[in-house]
């Protein structure tokens, strides 16, 4: 996969080159730290945290300032946590975990769906018929962390899901199965393509930066996204229509620290990180993509965007235009398991 603008490690994931040095050497010139091991006095370690969401994003209150506050707390004010939001150090949201990788960050939050080959158990939460609400997805990966962890070279503080997609258009309602014909659907994830297009459309991934001006002009006819993706990208404005249902399910996120910043810290600072990113940091995540993506309907609603539920039949319809490929797609291989078997994972079966 292509990134613009970055390097590539021996890994095969984004370095964190041209611009996004430039920003680096400019933090370092100004003398802010960005690295574990930056002491701001003589007995504390202050960790840096980054991430591309606006600093007034739902998850900076759920997660990062509570992580923030509650080490800073813990430890006395020794060990602290120093935002860098909006992509302070790296604005390309699919280089978030090559950057962290590389330790310009110790702390970064990964979009695991948008370089999903080097995550393909994770990004399988997407998977049609495993879950459809944030919390539900979010037990979901909970209960299949131990096999979820190794694709990550990180320490996993928290991972996550926020809720199934809904599918949003400008000029025409989807109703029925037919309604879907011919349409261009932007997805979130490469594992939805090819159930999308089964539905009848085309499906693209393009970064949420771009989906409103993509929805606006016409260059896309449709976006299938989490409720939450409503207030994020104001997708009220373009969109005409919202079909509350798709045959899909919901899209993982994971909060991590840089391995070498985590084991360079005391026995005591790494009990603290353990402590305040225990189960329940996770659940603070589900718990805010659930409140942005009720938000996000209430915006839909109040704009007079026309709300469509899709009839039980018709539901069952689509199911059916999808069976097939959900059911040959358990025996593909993901890493040295195969779908079906992380897929019972996600379920809670054995």
């Known amino acids: 996969m292509k990134l613009g603008g970055h ?12 611009m996004a040095m430039t920003v680096v050497r400019g933090l370092l010139a100004a003398g802010l730290p960005f690295a574990c091991g930056c002491r701001p006095g003589a007995d504390t370690r202050e960790l840096s945290l980054a991430h591309f969401l606006s600093a007034d994003h739902a998850l900076n209150d759920a997660m990062f300032a509570p992580l923030a506050q509650d080490l800073s707390e813990l430890s006395g004010g020794k060990l602290t ?3 860098f939001p909006a992509g302070a ?8 975990y090559s950057m962290l990788l590389n330790g310009v960050a110790d702390i970064a939050l990964a979009v695991p769906a948008y370089t999903a080959d080097l995550f393909p158990k994770t990004d399988l939460i997407a998977y049609p018929g495993v879950c459809k609400t944030a919390m539900e997805c979010t037990e979901a990966m909970r209960r299949a962390r131990s096999v979820l962890e190794p694709e990550y070279g990180a320490r996993v503080l928290a991972i996550w ?16 199965l037919e309604d879907m014909r011919g349409l261009k659907i932007r997805v979130s994830t490469r594992s939805a393509i090819p159930f999308v297009e089964a539905l009848g459309a085309s499906a693209v991934m393009q970064p949420g930066t771009v989906v409103h001006q993509g929805l606006t002009t ?12 409503i207030v994020a990208f104001q997708l009220h404005e373009p969109a005409s229509y919202l079909t509350t249902w798709l045959p899909l399910s919901g899209l993982p996120f994971v909060l991590l620290m840089n391995r070498e910043a985590y084991d360079a810290l005391s026995s005591k600072e790494r009990g603290w990180i353990d402590q305040v990113a225990d189960s329940s940091l996770s659940l603070a995540g589900a718990a805010a993509w659930e409140r942005a993506g009720a938000e996000g309907l209430r915006m839909a609603v109040e704009a007079g965007v026309e709300i469509i539920d899709l009839s039980e039949g018709e539901r ?3 199911e059916t235009a999808i069976a097939s490929l959900r059911e040959a797609g358990l025996s593909r291989q993901a890493g040295d398991m195969t779908v079906g078997e992380v897929v019972r ?3 809670g079966e054995r």
Request: aromatic content about 6%; cysteine-free.
């Open 7 to 18: 390097g590539f490690s021996s890994r095969g994931v984004a370095t964190p080159t041209g």
């Open 81 to 83: 946590v120093r935002q």
């Open 89 to 96: 150090l790296n604005s390309s949201a699919p280089a978030q």
């Open 161 to 176: 899901a926020n809720d199934a997609p809904v599918l949003l258009t400008r000029d025409i309602p989807v109703r029925t």
């Open 218 to 229: 016409g260059v896309i006819d449709g976006v299938a996204i989490s409720p939450s993706g």
């Open 316 to 318: 069952r319809r689509f």
């Open 345 to 347: 994972l996600f379920s």
